[in-house]
């Protein structure tokens, strides 16, 4: 599985747009790129993935740039119950292989 | 409802004693991970287990072991053999078919 490498932390004010970007230079063509995020002492929470293409859903929308090589998760709305850590993951669809999470990004919304 | 459960939510043993973390899931998932988490750290991996009766070591399997005995339960056993398992414990399933993993509320785990 691909590495990831992403910033320790970030703050965002409350209403605001965050950003939070990752990378995964070394990705291959059958990885996805997975979103997760872990509130204070819970599961992490899937959150969204994808392949190549931009992905939306109700929590977030996932941009992954043309040569693959990077993505960044957008909350487009932050709101204090965000402020969590967002881990970026690349991973084989269809193979139970082992996720792999790194340290994360500790995102910061602040009112 | 669907999900994973782990119990119990916080547990205290006393050091050289064997702990024996639960978790169960009725999504029907092939595969089952732990993971163990400290304070400020990412997750690292345990074991997993692919399909009944087989598991494999992740990254820091040493002083722990597992079973797979049935779909719905993959158990972690905390021996004392593990050097520092005061840690918070998560355990994970998947089936692979988009959503990635679906973790539990973890078991924090403290030794003294």
């Known amino acids: 599985d691909a590495k990831t490498t992403q910033p320790p932390s970030m703050d965002c004010a409350e209403g605001r747009a965050a950003n939070l970007p990752c990378n995964h230079s070394t990705i291959s063509g059958n990885e996805y790129v997975y979103w997760y995020r872990q509130i204070h002492s819970q599961g992490p929470q899937y959150i969204i993935h994808?392949?190549?293409n931009n992905e939306t859903n109700e929590m977030a929308s996932l941009i992954i740039t043309e040569d693959r090589k990077s993505s960044t998760l957008i909350l487009p709305h932050a709101t204090l119950r965000d402020t969590a850590v967002y881990y970026c993951?690349?991973?084989?669809?269809?193979?139970?292989?082992?996720?792999?999470f790194g340290s994360g990004t500790k995102l910061n919304v602040k009112p | 409802d669907g999900g994973i459960t782990q119990s119990p939510k916080y547990l205290f043993r006393k050091e050289g004693q064997n702990v024996t973390l639960s978790c169960e899931q009725n999504l029907n998932h092939d595969a089952m991970y732990w993971y163990r988490q400290d304070p400020g750290q990412g997750l690292r991996l345990i074991y997993y287990?692919?399909?009944?009766?087989?598991?494999q070591k992740g990254d820091i399997a040493e002083g722990y072991s597992v079973s797979r005995e049935k779909k719905e339960s993959f158990p972690l056993t905390v021996t004392s053999a593990q050097k520092n398992p005061t840690a918070f414990y998560l355990c994970?399933?998947?089936?692979?078919?988009?959503?990635?993993?679906?973790f539990g509320q973890g078991t924090r785990l403290t030794v003294v």
């Open positions: 994970a399933s998947s089936i692979d078919r988009g959503l990635g993993a679906f």
């Open positions: 993951i690349v991973r084989v669809q269809y193979n139970f292989n082992k996720f792999y």
């Open positions: 994808g392949l190549k």
């Open positions: 287990s692919q399909i009944v009766n087989d598991f």
